[in-house]
């Protein structure tokens, strides 16, 4: 492919991603701070997202395995997991997030652990999906674009 | 002591004399990067803490400068804008000692959340905080932080 068509691909993947909702308008922010002093910054700033969620997602079936559920813990960790989501632009994680925090508020565990289920899905789509447009991202570059 | 200090802050404090110091405080790894990168963006000099209480640590108000005794012999910034939910010293905390020190008292403080909670900013308010703004900050909410610093 040349650079014409690797750069209408990339647009269109990325528009696809946002008309999708996997990813809202803070994401756009990270690329605009992006710049030649700091041309890494969106990929350094996405992996220290996955490897905060990887950690806090391990941490809920912790939480949620014990005897007696510490909900004030989970909710802490949804937090957390929220708060890091909405800064990268993960929508559908932020959100279902949100969700989670409901359950834990009225201390349903079945609700709960659907949602950790339901975040473990949006995030794993979200990490797949921004891998791959860090690879049309890669492609571009490379062919000269 | 583990904050995330740039060369230029290591060195002895004769930054250039337009050069507005931050100290930005949150918990969150991913947003203190952030953080850091909008203020450095805006011409800011930035340091972080990943908590309230190495920040305290950073300004001179750590619980040895207190026992001590000891003068501030804190690093001089312009702005602190800290979390508000951090676990063990929130930002409400932090924010009530820096106005209880005398040496720290007029430097303005910004609290930062992702909850738009009216008790929560009112509370700040009326400890004396600066500014209450929603995360994720933008860079258009630094670039006005800044115009207000400079007045």
Known sequence: MDVVQLKKQLGDYTRSLFNEGFLDDQFNQLQQLQDESNPEFVAEVVSLFFQDSQRLVNELAKDLEQQSVDFKKVDAHVHQLKGSSSSIGAQRVQKACISFRNYCDEQNIEGCLKCLQQLKNEYSLVKNKLETLFKLEQQLLEAGG | MELDMDAASLSNGMGVENELHVLAVDDSLIDRRLVEKLLINSSFKVTTAENGLRALEFLGLGEEDQKNNLKTTGSKVNLIITDYCMPGMTGYDLLKKI?????????????????????????????????????????????????????
């Not at chain 2, 308010?125 to 007045?151: H, I, N, W, Y």
């Open chain 2, 99 to 151: 106005k209880e020190s005398n040496a720290l008292k007029e430097v303005p403080v910004v609290i930062v959340s992702s909850e738009n909670i009216p008790t929560r900013i009112n509370k700040c308010l009326e400890e004396g905080a600066q500014q209450f703004m929603l995360k994720p900050l933008k860079q258009s909410d630094v670039k006005k932080l800044r115009c207000q610093l400079m007045t």
